[in-house]
């Protein structure tokens, strides 16, 4: 069942490259009595992921503070490695994103975003959506209808939502 508004997203063990080197993240303790953007996209370095997705959060990080939005966090079905070296190479990190690994899946198949592409090598992947969570109640949810596309997802689409 996909999750939708009204639901409370379900805890979640993510991983993230730290001082020294890959750790745990517990999602339900990340989203206590706090207001979160989260943002999934079907994989790191992928065309529309990495040149509208990403950006169009960063560019709106700052409305999104001024709404009171506590964090920005990205989830990919990919390693914690690559996630943090995505988030280097598009300036995510250095705005203040926090780049999540979902390696094995769990959270985005928990919430009923995955999907497979075998044609393009993804497995177990990761539809394109963006929400907006408060202490853990999703409040706005936006999936996109088509993968290749980041309209009603984007940084913009989210921020006009709340």
């Not at 999602?27 to 950006?55: M, Q």
């Not at 995510?92 to 979902?102: R, V």
């Not at 949810?141 to 309209?151: K, L, M």
């Amino acid at each position: 069942m996909t999750i939708s508004v009204g639901d409370t997203l379900p805890n979640a063990t993510l991983t993230r490259i730290g001082s020294n080197g890959p750790e745990t993240v517990d999602l339900s303790t990340k989203l206590s009595g706090r207001k979160v953007a989260i943002f999934a996209v079907p994989g790191a370095y992928t065309p529309t992921c990495h040149s509208a997705h990403v950006p169009s959060f960063i560019r709106t990080k700052d409305g999104f503070a001024a709404k009171g939005v506590d964090e920005i966090i990205c989830i990919s079905v990919n390693d914690p490695f690559v996630m943090d070296a995505w988030g280097k190479a598009t300036g995510a990190s250095e705005a203040g994103i926090t780049m999540l690994a979902d390696a094995e899946s769990t959270f985005t198949t928990a919430i009923g975003m995955n999907f497979d592409a075998p044609p393009a090598g993804l497995m177990a992947r990761s539809k394109r959506y963006a929400m907006y969570v408060e202490d853990g109640v999703v409040k706005v949810f936006a999936p996109e209808p088509s993968r290749g596309q980041c309209d009603i997802s984007g940084g913009e689409a989210l921020l006009a939502e709340i």
